[in-house]
């Protein structure tokens, strides 16, 4: 049995729970009380059946208990009692044996004072257990960008011989959509909130990766839940993705702020105070969230923040770049240029990450074209639009979008040595590929981008 004490009240004034909330999610299923104070409390862990017994000094319950829905992989339902001496019994049935975290938190803007307990079953212990020894490898090996990019620009027939078996892969687009469950995100002018908009964005964005051939996606989450901003780079890092895109739709102080912008990392201040602003913002959703109180997190921030980042950096502001100049037509942008910021969410040492404030959900005006199905399908198409310009510059190599040709179409000021360091070729392969006697092109002209297979 554990007996946890949290300070009540002196003069013991019964502490009222007026609701409790159970957030299913891939790695944890979440029960929150919001209590009038904090409260007293202990628990007990019982088998045949699976159950967590929760008995709360001097409190009791005021409403009736919503049930957990019947996906729900750990909770099976809730039941609860009052007993002698004011003692509050909740009995948590389990659909599996079960281990728990216990924390309490603080009142935020959507709600007063949480006790939560996360519970983890045997499928998440071993989830767990298999990010714990991604921290250790990414602190044993630290990925080196730059020595990944440099390897990828002198690819040519000489390095393409050594590895002639393997298969080329999907390039892996981890989508990110902010916020969740107890994480509302920014709310909006008429009350929606952000947790909710993202989301439906990020599934159409979803959808249009899966349709295209050679890209597949990741979803950090797909349902409301909370995940912590670190879990968030740790599952693109674990399904090995080739471009983390974070998607917000935030509120400013100044209602009249409205448009889109475009963020990259930054490490050492913001470009600007709305920026510095909205990163102080989105990192505390940890706080409002409820971070785990491990170490782990601590760990791998020191592991990622320590990292040179340079060449991933630099990836992430031509991405950024490309998504900004689709999203130009579709939304009215806060700011032409990508902007700097340090968002915790974008610290992936060896994965370019960009973050994607879609519009400002406190302006009247994009709260009401962020509600539209049709702006979502706009929005999402305009993110689409720049990941695949970007791609087809820079397709990683190995993957199935390098290994075939391409087309490129001359603009002014191009020239051939600057258009084989873009798409990585030599330039003796470009000269070949289209049958070049010298390196002179011309305006208007389609050159072949010759891929990893073709000669
Ligand atoms: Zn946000």
Known sequence: ???????????????????????????????????????????????????????????????????????????????HANRDGGVLRVVLDL????????????????????????????????????????????????????????????????????????????????IDAGHGGEDPG??????IYEKDIVLAIARRLQAMVDREPGMKSVMTRDGDYYLSLRKRTLKARDSRADLFVSIHADAFRDRSVRGSSLYVLSQNGATNEAARWLAEKENASDLIGGVSLDDKDNLLASVLLDLSQTATLQASFEAGDAVLRNMQPVSTLHKHQVQQAGFVVLKSPDIPSILVETAFISNPQDEKKLRSPEHQEQVAGAIFG??????????????????????????????????????????????????????RIRVGQVLTIPGDNEG
Not at 47 to 52: E, H, I, K, S, T
Not at 149 to 167: D, E, F, I, L
Not at 186 to 191: E, M, N, P, Q, V
């Open 95 to 174: 659909k599996q044996r079960t281990e728990y975290k216990a924390f309490l938190l603080k009142p935020n803007e959507e709600y007063g004072h949480r006790l939560v307990f996360d519970l983890f079953g045997r499928e998440q212990q071993a989830q767990q257990a298999r990010l714990d020894q991604l921290v250790q490898q990414a602190q044993a090996r630290p990925a080196d960008p730059a020595a990944k990019s440099q390897s990828a620009q002198t690819a040519g027939p000489a390095v393409k011989a050594v590895t002639p078996q393997v298969r080329p892969r999907p390039i892996v687009i981890a």
């Open 1 to 79: 049995m554990v007996m946890v004490c949290v300070p009540a009240a002196a003069w013991a004034e019964r502490v009222a729970i007026d609701g409790v909330r159970v957030w299913p999610a891939p790695d944890n299923t979440r029960v929150v009380f919001d209590v009038s104070a904090p409260v007293e409390y202990k628990v007990e862990r019982l088998v045949n059946p699976d159950r967590l017994v929760l008995d709360f000094t001097n409190a009791t319950l005021a409403k009736t208990v919503e049930q957990p829905v019947a996906t729900d992989t750990i909770m099976k339902s809730i039941r």
């Open 386 to 439: 720049g990941i695949k310009d970007y791609f087809s510059k820079h397709p990683p190599a190995g993957t199935q979008i390098a290994a075939v040709n391409r087309r490129h179409t001359i603009s002014p000021g191009e020239t051939l040595s600057a258009l084989a360091a873009q798409y990585r070729v030599s330039i003796e392969r470009l000269r070949a590929a289209n049958r070049l006697k010298n390196d």
């Open 186 to 191: 920014a709310r909006g002018y008429s009350g």
